[in-house]
């Protein structure tokens, strides 16, 4: 009965706040229904995709009420900034205190945390400042003043070592539950990617509890995303030419990719902003390179970016980049059709750029976690998108390789444990790409474990109630539309059975 009348109260009260503080006019599937469980104080588990508007389930239920103070832990200051600059945006009373803080602001929030009515509803922190003494004697303070409402983990997945962004102070989060007591304080955890183990661990060490736990997930694959992976040949003793023969191909893409809009738009399709995509490759130098050679071709506009690039260069790429809309091509060049990005894994978390239309992986990713995350950026408007990665056997053997000797160089109590979890990661990267008999979208769900969610009792947005067994993918995938025979022909370019792993089950 008490939730009948919560439920015509608060719903009343939510799509008020809704509209008239976060300018939104609905909720996205589920949403809804996450932050009711929010407002009554459940623990809280959603994993959802980088689409589904997850902060929004800790920032409304925190300024739904008059009073109180919402805490939330966030690993990226970039996120973080991104996130705090937003909710001013809106007027919401909103602070965080990072390495970037000025120490009067630091001051100013921490003495607005002590006046036994914080005037501060959102507070965002880093998990380091969260273990010192200082930070922590005040938290307990606004907990015995009544004031701590509520706790939420963004990027849950950082607290396990079976994640791709384990971190250290991730780890030590289970203070939170095991100090804020009487009353206890409910936790929301969010996380885009989380494999089963990682789940595990976020309820384990944060001390969810079980009997009380709402668990939510929307499925880990994304129907509007086609799927493919390119099989790149295997011209072992001439790199220079395995190289040119992947530009080629990617700009035969491109170029199909270009046509087929013209088609559909019209020759007035030109005068078009260019559609966004990002290609992940290993390192910088390739990054500076690839960007230089995707841009010969003149319909293309391709920027480097990766962490050696200058704080404000990278801000600017960002922006301009997020805006394609007042986009200015170089002089004497046509306005491009594709503006690009050749990226590091430097560029990613905090980019909600919803309108991404591909994503290429130019080497394999080096965990599946990442792979998922990073293609997960195209299509975030829920239109047709692509996701391209390019495999082939240097490459698997060179990043296997690679994780072997990072392990190596990296000696510590927990080296082999490490190397043993990004082994198998890689490895569920490794049978995603060499898998000729399988639906991508199928293995993709079967890697995040979406099954057990529901056997826990995860909710799922109504609309994606389809029943697990029964593929969600439209002939999105490159196995759906050309079937074992079209994928067995072009992986046999790569190598020989005999080179693959043994995954054609
Ligand atoms: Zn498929």
Not at 170 to 175: F, R
Not at 232 to 255: I, T, V
Not at 430 to 459: A, N, P, V, W
Not at 491 to 502: F, H, N, P, Q, V
Request: hydrophobic share 35%; charged share 25%; glycine share 6%.
């Amino acid at each position: 009965m008490a939730r009948v009348s919560f439920v015509t109260r608060e719903r009343a009260n939510m799509k008020w706040t809704l509209k008239k503080v976060f300018k939104k006019d609905g909720f996205r599937p589920l949403q809804e229904e996450v932050i009711i469980s929010v407002i009554e104080g459940h623990d809280v588990f959603l994993q959802a995709s980088t689409s589904f508007g997850k902060s929004l389930c800790y920032q409304l239920p925190a300024v739904l009420k008059e009073w109180g103070l919402t805490l939330v832990v966030c690993p990226l200051l970039a996120l973080m900034t991104d996130q705090v600059n937003y909710l001013k945006g809106l007027g919401v009373s909103v602070a965080t205190i990072n390495s970037n803080t000025s120490s009067e602001e630091r001051q100013r929030v921490m003495d607005d945390m002590l006046c036994g009515h914080p005037s501060t509803r959102i507070l965002y922190v880093t998990p380091e400042l969260l273990q010192t003494e200082n930070f922590r004697r005040r938290l307990l303070i606004v907990h015995r003043q009544r004031q701590l409402v509520r706790v939420a983990i963004d990027e849950a997945h950082c607290i396990s070592e079976w994640g791709h962004d384990f971190r250290t102070a991730y780890k030590e989060l289970g203070w939170l539950r095991k100090n804020l007591v009487n009353p206890k304080i409910p936790i929301t955890a969010v996380t885009a990617t989380a494999t089963p183990n990682v789940r595990e661990d976020i309820i384990g060490i944060l001390g969810l509890n079980l009997n009380d736990l709402r668990l939510f997930n929307t499925p880990s694959d994304r129907p509007n995303i086609h799927y493919e992976v390119r099989y790149r040949p295997n011209l072992e003793d001439d790199s220079a030419e395995a190289e040119s023969s992947q530009l080629l191909n990617l700009h035969n893409w491109l170029k199909a990719t270009r046509l087929r809009r013209e088609a559909r738009l019209g020759i007035e399709g030109s005068q078009n902003p260019p559609m966004s995509g990002i290609v992940y490759v290993g390192t910088r130098m390739m990054a500076e390179q690839l960007a230089v050679k995707l841009s010969s071709d003149e319909t293309v506009h391709a920027i480097a970016y990766h962490a050696g690039v200058e704080a404000k260069k990278r801000t600017e790429i960002q922006s301009t980049w997020k805006s394609s809309r007042s986009f200015q091509p170089a002089q004497g060049r046509p306005n491009p059709t594709f503006s690009i990005i050749v990226a590091t894994n430097a560029f990613g978390m905090g980019i909600d750029n919803p309108d991404v239309r591909f994503v290429v992986h130019w080497t394999p990713p080096k965990s599946f976690e990442s792979f998922v995350q990073e293609s997960g950026r195209a299509g975030r408007d829920g239109c047709a998108a692509v996701s391209l990665v390019y495999y082939g056997i240097q490459e698997r053997d060179h990043i296997r390789n690679l994780i072997f000797r990072d392990a190596e160089s990296h000696r510590g109590p927990n080296t082999k444990e490490n190397r043993d979890v990004k082994v198998l990661s890689f490895g569920k990267v490794i049978k995603y790409c060499e898998t000729i008999t399988r639906c991508r979208h199928e293995l993709i769900k079967e890697f995040f474990g979406d099954h057990e969610l529901e056997e826990m009792g995860s909710q799922r947005p109504a609309s994606d109630n389809v029943p697990v067994s029964s593929s969600p993918c439209d002939f999105a995938c490159d196995f759906c539309k050309e079937g074992r025979g079209g994928l067995a022909m072009r992986r046999a370019k790569m190598g020989s059975e005999t080179e693959l792993y043994a995954y054609n089950e």
